[in-house]
């Protein structure tokens, strides 16, 4: 391209923020004003199964889109992602990684919405904002998972309470102050006891948040002459509802975060 007198504004005023290597990248993505989003398209509470799963499904389209997001992570409005330590994804331009991740996420919820709400329409462009945060090893990228899960648990068992108040007849305020200041066992006794809930039994994309990944599946692809079959592991785009604390599905699992 042939410079002109005012290329200095590009060449002196853009200033490319890289992000540093051997970093674990997060771009955590939160719908704005979902609270009033929620309402004005009649979202079930606390949880429109609908509005996870459309959420699910844009988590799927991102990791179909940029491989080099490994996991992925969601509960109501917001989704984690997370790239390989390694990537080399516009050179680790992180106002290019941010952009496109938001935009591509958001693009795909509007396009995907008829699919989860065949009976409504959009009254609102949906939006998101968006943040980057590196993590620079294997415990703190994990560390950052699971706290996303026990806020995950921590809102979802306050939320389940706060609904059945509420849908029991008492007014938003007075939910809030039933509990005030109850601890988790509490809010489990209240479940229990006034609404027959086992909190437990709730559905797992509720009390888990969901969970997008490649996972390694074995296929059968033919047999050979003596009719044995021919086995190849094939990596294949999941959706769990599933524990991320613990050690267990990351010993299962252990090509997803290396
Ligand atoms: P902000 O713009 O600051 O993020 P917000 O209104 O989006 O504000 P959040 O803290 O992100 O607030 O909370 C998201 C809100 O969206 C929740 O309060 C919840 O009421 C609603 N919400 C999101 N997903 C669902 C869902 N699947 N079912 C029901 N409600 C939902
Ligand atoms: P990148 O992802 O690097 O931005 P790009 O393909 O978007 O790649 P740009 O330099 O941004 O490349 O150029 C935008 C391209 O989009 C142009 O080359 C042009 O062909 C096409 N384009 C954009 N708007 C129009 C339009 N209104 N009419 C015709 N073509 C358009
Ligand atoms: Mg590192
Ligand atoms: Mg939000
Ligand atoms: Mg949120
Ligand atoms: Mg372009």
Same mark, same amino acid.
């Given at each position: 391209?042939?410079?002109? @007198?005012? /290329?200095?504004?590009? +060449?002196?005023?853009?200033?490319?923020?890289? =992000?540093?290597? *051997?970093?674990?990248?997060? #771009?955590?993505?939160?719908?704005?004003?979902?609270?009033?989003?929620?309402?004005?398209?009649?979202?079930?509470?606390?949880?429109?199964?609908?509005?996870?799963?459309?959420?699910?499904?844009?988590?799927?389209?991102?990791?179909?889109?940029?491989?080099?997001?490994?996991?992925?992570?969601?509960?109501?409005?917001?989704?984690?992602?997370?790239?390989?330590? @390694?990537? /080399?994804?516009?050179? +680790?331009?992180?106002?290019?990684?941010?952009? =496109?991740?938001? *935009?591509?996420?958001?693009? #795909?919820?509007?396009?995907?919405?008829?699919?989860?709400?065949?009976?409504?329409?959009?009254?609102?462009?949906?939006?998101?904002?968006?943040?980057?945060?590196?993590?620079?090893?294997?415990?703190?990228?994990?560390?950052?998972?699971?706290?996303?899960?026990?806020?995950?648990?921590?809102?979802?068992?306050?939320?389940?309470?706060?609904?059945?108040?509420?849908?029991?007849?008492?007014?938003?305020?007075?939910?809030?102050?039933?509990?005030?200041?109850?601890? *988790?066992?509490?809010?489990?006794?209240?479940?229990?006891?006034?609404?027959?809930?086992?909190?437990?039994?709730?559905?797992?994309?509720?009390?888990?948040?969901?969970?997008?990944?490649?996972?390694?599946?074995?296929?059968?692809?033919?047999?050979?002459?003596?009719?044995?079959?021919?086995?190849?592991?094939?990596?294949?785009?999941?959706?769990?509802?599933?524990?991320?604390?613990?050690?267990?599905?990351?010993?299962?699992?252990?090509?997803?975060?290396?």
């Amino acid at each position: 391209m042939a410079n002109s @007198e005012y /290329e200095y504004v590009k +060449r002196e005023f853009e200033l490319d923020s890289l =992000l540093p290597p *051997s970093n674990w990248i997060v #771009v955590r993505i939160d719908g704005c004003h979902f609270h009033r989003f929620s309402k004005i398209h009649t979202f079930e509470k606390p949880n429109d199964e609908r509005a996870l799963r459309l959420m699910n499904a844009c988590a799927t389209s991102m990791l179909e889109k940029f491989p080099d997001i490994v996991f992925a992570y969601g509960v109501s409005d917001e989704y984690s992602f997370v790239f390989r330590e @390694e990537t /080399e994804f516009y050179q +680790r331009r992180e106002s290019k990684i941010l952009s =496109l991740c938001v *935009s591509y996420f958001t693009s #795909v919820y509007v396009m995907k919405w008829k699919d989860f709400f065949p009976n409504k329409e959009l009254k609102e462009p949906p939006y998101f904002d968006g943040r980057v945060v590196c993590y620079p090893n294997l415990k703190t990228i994990r560390d950052y998972l699971a706290w996303r899960q026990v806020d995950c648990h921590i809102n979802n068992q306050y939320n389940t309470c706060f609904w059945s108040l509420v849908k029991s007849g008492k007014t938003e305020k007075e939910a809030q102050q039933a509990l005030k200041g109850t601890f *988790s066992k509490d809010k489990n006794e209240l479940l229990s006891q006034q609404f027959q809930i086992n909190y437990d039994d709730e559905p797992a994309i509720f009390r888990k948040g969901s969970c997008v990944y490649r996972d390694k599946v074995e296929t059968m692809v033919k047999t050979d002459r003596c009719g044995n079959p021919i086995k190849r592991t094939r990596l294949v785009i999941t959706n769990a509802n599933v524990d991320i604390i613990g050690p267990e599905f990351w010993e299962n699992h252990p090509y997803i975060l290396r």
